[in-house]
């Protein structure tokens, strides 16, 4: 059995708050679309799929039903775009209409299972196989679209790409945050997860599905830049440090990168294979599962201290820690409703507290 596992959900993207007016600003534009427009674009990769949205899941029988749509002029549903860097427009729903409809004229699969249609003219054909006239019927189609542009507040294209995740499987905050939040403070998160100390801490020599490595380290930079403002929900607050940070310049990311290497030494100084995780006064680990609370707590705290000071203690960090594992007052913070104000705040004063009293000098 793994060891590894998310011990609190990611924070629910429905946890939620009034939205202060001014992150309320969205604006959208909508355009008509000919599948040739459509087709141009999604191969000259004007169209782009974010990184954490699925792979093209669609069996053929129902990206064959969206062709026989068009071919019966069937009101087709509305694709969503996102304005992204480079003069490209993101699919953040649409993604597999759009896809199957380019792969069918590029002559991929024949169509089957259609309801109207179901005639030897049809069935089994590929698009070129089709008559002249209906691969122009298909081709001058007209499609809406609707284009979220880069004037509209991160916060709500938050919120709309949460509302259209309407997948089989649900995108987390942190799958969303990814795409509605790219930038160069993103890109070193990205880079981050590969660090080898960290892989080590959290147990697997590669990233965890579904970007926990990658929430797991914003939290750690949200919370120890900005622990005083911190304010629930987690996700939007996590979203405002991102979108500040990805204006930082490339000298504060470097001091970002520095600081986060440290802390993960630091903490693996102490707790070796056992970081992230509950242990008793003699280092042995009480529980298997990693817990991000507790991650959290030990990179931020261990992060203002000298690896030099830390490998000195550490015999007396790993059995002062250890007793604060098991007092009930912790154990209720990094375990219970751990995105509340009250118990983030008071987990990371109680270890801050036992690093001092060990004697560790903290910053």
Known sequence: MSDIHDDEASEALTESAPIPPGERKLITQSYDMSINTLIEQWNDETLVIPEIQREYVWETSKASRLIESLLLNVPIPVLYFAEAPEEKYEVIDGHQRVASIARYIDNQYALT????????EHMR???????ASEQRRIRTRVIRAIVITDESHPTMKFEVFERLNTGSIALNAQEIRNSTHRGPFMALVKSLVHDETFRKAVGQKSPRKRMADNELIIRYFALRDRLEEYRPPLPRFLNKYCSAANQFGNDKLEVLASDFKLAVRNVYAVFGENSFRLTDSQGNRIDRSL????????????SDATHEDVAFLREKLTHDLGRIHSQA?????IQRATSDRSRTLGRMYRYRDALTAAGLRLR
Do not use: I, M, W, Y
């Open 329 to 333: 007052d912790f154990l209720d913070d």
């Open 113 to 120: 299972g259609l309801k109207v249609l179901n005639d030897p």
């Open 125 to 131: 054909k590929r698009f070129h196989q089709l008559p």
């Open 291 to 302: 817990n991000r609370a507790l991650a959290e707590t030990q990179l931020c705290t261990l």
